[in-house]
Structure formats: structure tokens, C-alpha cells
């Protein structure tokens, strides 16, 4: 009977053994054998190429799309537009409102393990300053005084004058993205081509120009503000930003299984087309951009033909052709979502709609004159601009009909595919007019339309004192009123100088693959909305 049971005993530890092996050899299959799981990729397709992935340098919302998600802010607008503490832990401003002191977070790193600090915040402000860079977020950050350096993570802001919307720069704007001040020493202007080292949750791996931007997961990341209650490192392992210039193109990729997860600048005639695929979701937001079309004032002087110009563009005609009515139309370079800043210029009697007897009497009055052939001379000078365009070229091709119909030449010169040409006729001055898209988060003028913008962003080359004072009455003014009359008063400068001709206010539309996950389409662009994000 003993000898049964030690047998028994032993045939049970034989076969807990057994069981021991067989399960390790599985954890081992498993953990070694086991083809790892590919990496997590999000593939996003975009119409233009950036300009730069520096923020200190961008002048193009393609360049923001790719470099805010390897930046972060000192503040961050919330889903609510609520201003909230990013980089910036807490913030206080002295009594006269000209300085506000940033009290930095002590846990942040950039890309190359090097800390943030309040060295990074003021070698950042100073760099955009420097006039010898030329950048274009000079006139964003232009009423900064000094920065001091009060502690390792504390910071104070002297502004020349009190700036109400200078929280709002800080948070939406990447002029209030840090640069890593050992790298952008180093490299200079090339920071933003070759080593882009910034805090967010991406970094920098390759740009292959005209093609695509790869960045990958920064596994350190730890400090996305609080209320994406997602704060550690993203989940996805890699992000590429693929430039696709044409639109009917990018839809067939996106609707390709191999294809991008996910496409940006949506075009509306594709919307119903998207739609209708079982396998693509349509996205869309408000967001605050501007459409406009735009004259070199230097070349287009006499603000008659401007005018008759603004009077002659059909937005009902190209909003049905090319956006199939899914655009506002715009009176006002203020966009709605610049609330109690925005004036309807509509209903107030202000705006300037279509209304081409109005463009024809116009020119009449001025003498310009119609020829047999149907343009308008003057001194036997033909009515003619020269309009180059980047993007938006079958719109400009309506207008140039539109325009045709009041005996004004607009010859189209097209750079599709080839940003750097259309940047190089509007910076040179050989240009008369031009149409392009200006995203501004807060309802400042300056960044298009101050003198020492010239020649980017102000193609436009005005020089107006009088313009420049309204607007920083705005800014300055302790009385709200006040400011927002400064500034509705330069609102309508430039469209009764017709510096510009507003034509649209452009939804968000985004399309996503289903089996892209939590995906947030905030109003504005931030790295922290891929945080959650998951490709099933």
C-alpha cells in the first residue's frame, strides 16, 4: 500500500513537471518565438507641403499640422476654448498687466533629453525677436519687451504695452512652442529641416520633401495638459505625414485599404462620395480660418479697382461649384469664432456682396473704359492683374470669369505642387493678386497686415500707421469697448481699402478609416489629440 502511494506520489510531481514545461515552453513560444506585433501606425494625407517643421520659422498651417505634434504649448485651449495650463503650470500678471510671470512644470524633457526650463521659454522668445531670423511669428510676439529668467522653472514676460490676447498667443499660436536651445544654436535655420527636437508627444525621425514626414512615439512623454486625462505617452508607435497635392488622389488613397487612415483638408465635392463609403467616417468642426483673396498694394494702387474687383467676385457661384455649399461665406476677415470680437458685417450694411453693376459702375466712374474685345482700357492701358496661386486654382478660375464679365484681365498663374515658386513671386513683389487661407486663434490683425511683416506674411505690403495703431488699440485698451471699436474699425479698413476680399469661412473636414479609434477633431491643432488614439 506504501509502495502505491509514493509511486502515486511520485507520478503526480512527474506530471506537475510536465505541466510546468509544457506551459513554459508556451510563455517561451509566445514571448521569443512569436512574431512581435507590428508597429502602430497612423497614416494622415495632406494637400501641401510644409514649409518648415520649426515653429519659430513656420508661415504655413501645413508646417503647424506636423510640428504641434512634436512641440508642445506654455497653455492650451481645451475642447471648451478655455484656456488651461500646459507647459506652463500656473501663470500670474502684475497689476499694470504688462508682465506675466510662468511658473514651468520641473518634469519635461525634450526629444534629445535635455530639460525644459525657463533658459528654453526665453532663448525661444528671444529667437522669434532676432531680427536676423526673419520670422514669420515676429509681429505675434512683437509687444514683448524683455523675458527674465527669475528661477530654473519660473519666467517673467514684459510686455511694451497690456495685451489682451496674449494668453492666447501663448496657447495657440506656435510661436509660444520652445525650441531646444542647444540644438537650434547649433543648427540655426536648418533646425527645422534636419533635427526638429521639440517636447511633444512625437518626434522627429525623417522628411523626404514632397513626400512624406515620419515621426515616432516619444516613450518619455508625461505631461499633456490635465484635462485629456491621457497625459503618459501615446499609444500609436508612429505617425506619417503624407503630402498628396491632389485632391482627387488623396480621396482614392484614403479610400484604399493600403491606403492613409486618416486625410485632412477634406474637399467638399468628395464629402457625399466619402460618406457613402462603409468603411470612412466624415469629421467636421468649425475652426478659425479665412479664406480671402488678396492684391500686391503696391501694384494694384488705386483701391477703385480693388473694389470693383471685391464687387465682382460671385461667392454663390464658386461655393456651389467647387464646395458644394458646405462653405460660409466671409465679409469679414474676423471669423465667427472670434465671438462678441466678430461684427456680422452682413447686418450691419458694411459687407461688400457680389453685385458686378455695382463693380461696372466703378470702373466707369474712374474711366475705365470697355473695349470690343470686352476688357476695360484706360489711356490705352488694358484693365489686366496677375493673379499666381499655389492652391485654390479651380476657384480662381471662376473668379477670373467673374472678373472677365467686368471687363478686368485676370491672367492665372498656376504653382500646383510647387509652394516654393508661389512663395518666391508673392516675397519678390511680381504678383497683383493672390488667394489664400489665414488661421488666426485670436482676433488679432497683425500678423498679415503690420510693416514689419513685409514681405511674409504681408505679400500685401501695406504700410499703415493709422491700421497698425487701431489694432493695438485693441490689444491695449483696458476699456473692452472700446478695444473691440479700435478694432472693428480695422476690420473695416481692410475691407473698404479692399486690401483684402474675404471669400470664406472653411469647415474642418477630416476623413478617418472605422478602425481608427478616439480620435478628438479639436478647433485647433495639438499633438495631445493623437494621444488615445488606436489603429485596430
Known amino acids: 500500500m506504501e509502495k502505491t502511494k509514493s509511486k502515486r506520489k511520485w507520478y503526480l510531481v512527474a506530471l506537475a513537471v510536465l505541466i510546468i514545461v509544457i506551459l513554459s515552453s508556451f510563455v517561451a513560444y509566445n514571448s521569443f518565438l512569436k512574431p512581435a506585433a507590428p508597429p502602430m501606425v497612423l497614416t494622415i494625407s495632406k494637400n501641401a507641403e510644409a514649409d518648415t517643421l520649426d515653429p519659430g520659422l513656420t508661415g504655413m498651417i501645413e508646417g503647424s499640422r506636423v510640428i504641434m505634434t512634436m512641440f508642445d504649448s506654455y497653455l492650451s485651449f481645451d475642447q471648451n476654448n478655455q484656456i488651461q495650463p500646459w507647459l506652463a503650470e500656473s501663470w500670474q500678471w502684475s497689476a499694470d498687466m504688462k508682465v506675466l510671470t510662468l511658473n514651468l512644470r520641473k518634469d519635461v524633457k525634450f526629444h534629445n533629453g535635455e530639460p525644459f526650463n525657463a533658459t528654453a521659454v526665453k532663448y525661444s522668445i528671444d529667437r522669434i525677436l532676432d531680427p536676423t531670423m526673419k520670422s514669420p511669428q515676429f509681429s505675434t510676439l512683437a509687444e514683448v519687451d524683455k523675458v527674465d529668467i527669475l528661477d530654473t522653472y519660473k519666467v517673467a514676460i514684459t510686455l511694451k504695452a497690456p495685451n489682451r490676447f496674449f494668453l492666447g498667443v501663448l496657447a495657440s499660436n506656435t510661436a509660444g512652442a520652445p525650441v531646444c536651445p542647444d540644438v537650434a544654436k547649433k543648427l540655426g535655420k536648418d533646425y527645422g529641416t534636419t533635427n526638429p527636437v521639440g517636447t511633444g508627444p512625437f518626434m522627429f525621425k525623417e522628411w523626404r520633401r514632397d513626400d512624406r514626414v515620419v515621426l515616432v512615439r516619444n516613450p518619455n512623454y508625461n505631461w499633456a495638459p490635465a484635462f485629456t ?298 499633438g495631445w489629440m493623437f494621444l488615445d488614439v488606436t489603429v485596430r
Do not use: C
Not at 374 to 381: F, H, L, V
Not at 413 to 426: A, E, H, M
Not at 464 to 480: I, T, W, Y
Open 229 to 526: 486625462h491621457h497625459t503618459g505617452p501615446a499609444l500609436l508607435d508612429q505617425i506619417i505625414f503624407k503630402v498628396i497635392p491632389e485632391d482627387t488622389t488623396r480621396v482614392a488613397d484614403v479610400r484604399t485599404p493600403s491606403g492613409s487612415d486618416m486625410m485632412t483638408n477634406v474637399p467638399e465635392n468628395q464629402v457625399e462620395r466619402l460618406r457613402a463609403d462603409p468603411n470612412l467616417l466624415v469629421l467636421t468642426a468649425p475652426q478659425p480660418i479665412i479664406q480671402f483673396f488678396s492684391f500686391d498694394l503696391e501694384h494694384v494702387t488705386d483701391v477703385n479697382i480693388r473694389l470693383a474687383v471685391a464687387y465682382a467676385i460671385d461667392r454663390d457661384a464658386i461655393n456651389k461649384a467647387i464646395y458644394f455649399g458646405l462653405r460660409q461665406p466671409a465679409y469679414s476677415p474676423m471669423t465667427p469664432a472670434h465671438g462678441a470680437w466678430f461684427t456680422n458685417l452682413t447686418k450691419t450694411g458694411q459687407a461688400i456682396p457680389y453685385d458686378p453693376k455695382k463693380a461696372a459702375s466703378i470702373l466707369d466712374d474712374n474711366g475705365w473704359k470697355l473695349g470690343s474685345d470686352g476688357y476695360r482700357y484706360k489711356d490705352g492701358k488694358i484693365l489686366e492683374l496677375t493673379d499666381v496661386q499655389y492652391l485654390y486654382i479651380p476657384e480662381m478660375t471662376i473668379v477670373q470669369d467673374s472678373l472677365k464679365k467686368v471687363g478686368i484681365k485676370m491672367n492665372l498663374i498656376t504653382f500646383q505642387g510647387d509652394r516654393q515658386g508661389w512663395y518666391s513671386r508673392l516675397t519678390a513683389g511680381t504678383f497683383d493678386v493672390t488667394a489664400a487661407l489665414y488661421s488666426t486663434n485670436v482676433p488679432g490683425l497683425e500678423w498679415f497686415f503690420f510693416q514689419q511683416q513685409i514681405p511674409w506674411p504681408n505679400w500685401m505690403r501695406l504700410r499703415s500707421p493709422e491700421f497698425e495703431s487701431l489694432v493695438s488699440a485693441g490689444k491695449q485698451n483696458p476699456d473692452e469697448k472700446a478695444a473691440m471699436e479700435a478694432e472693428n474699425k480695422a476690420v473695416l479698413m481692410i475691407v473698404q481699402q479692399a486690401y483684402w476680399v474675404p471669400l470664406f469661412y472653411p469647415q474642418n473636414i477630416v476623413v478617418i478609416h472605422k478602425n481608427i479609434q478616439n480620435y478628438q477633431l479639436p478647433t485647433f491643432i495639438y
